[in-house]
């Protein structure tokens, strides 16, 4: 755990070098600050990097003290939030003659068969709907972001539950998406398909591999910034 004090405020966070090339701040849904660097960054660099971050990371904690509860409970009831593919929604229950899901205006509007205020259902009728649109847009993404390569072997594309990944591959057989990539925008989707099309020719993180990370997704920093801060309450 390192110290970082600007002004009247001070900040501990968790300091991870690894083999990286840019530098990124996080802040989690339970107030901790973690910031990954490359192995080689020295602290002057990343002080300057602190300092010019105070601004945002005042904001992400607020936002996290103001609504840690709602983050963690939902209760599937009109006026809840929900993000898909980067946009916040409003959620709307209303009666219906048949259960259906659809997006409308800003809205994500669940029509149920039962009583609105059954958290429950609802609950079933959004997850059924958000499965059948991550595995539709990520088979999309991944055909996509696919012919930016020449592999003579195309790899299987699958869905997994993942605590602290976006992505992983498998050997050259198979590649994982999380789930939970529904919720940011359509172009993280695709930095983090095209980063693990890269580990099928280059395992490590290696040079080879973020030249070819360069080449087939340009300024990717700015799209992996993104999503480290989209995701900060999603992991």
Not at 1 to 28: C, H, N, P, W
Not at 95 to 102: L, M, N, W
Not at 107 to 129: C, F, M, P, S
Not at 190 to 209: A, G, M, P, R, S
Request: hydrophobic content about 35%; proline content about 2%.
């Amino acid at each position: 755990m390192k110290e970082f004090i600007f002004g009247t405020f001070a900040y501990e966070y968790q300091l991870i070098k690894q083999d990286r090339k840019t530098l990124s701040l996080t802040v989690t849904p339970d107030l901790r600050i973690i910031l990954k660097c490359p192995v080689q960054t020295t602290g002057e660099r990343i002080e300057i990097f602190l300092q010019k971050k105070w601004f945002w990371l005042e904001k992400q904690l607020s936002f996290f003290k103001k609504y840690q509860r709602k983050i963690y409970e939902k209760e599937y009831i009109s006026g809840e939030g929900y993000l898909y593919l980067g946009r916040q929604y409003k959620l709307i229950v209303r009666r219906g003659k048949e259960d259906s899901v659809s997006l409308t205006r800003g809205q994500l509007v669940v029509y149920t068969t039962k009583e609105v205020a059954n958290g429950r259902h609802n609950k079933k009728l959004i997850d059924i709907w958000f499965v059948d649109k991550t595995n539709t847009i990520f088979q999309n993404r991944f055909t996509e972001m696919l012919t930016r390569f020449e592999y003579k072997n195309t790899p299987l594309l699958s869905i997994r539950e993942m605590k602290k990944r976006w992505g992983s591959f498998l050997n050259k057989d198979k590649i994982f998406l999380n789930p939970k990539l529904i919720h940011t925008s359509k172009d993280c989707i695709d930095y983090v398909i095209v980063h693990e099309l890269c580990h099928l020719k280059y395992k490590n993180h290696d040079t080879k591999f973020w030249q070819l990370l360069d080449e087939k997704y340009p300024k990717w920093e700015k799209v992996k910034e993104k999503l480290e801060t989209i995701g900060a309450g999603l992991c």
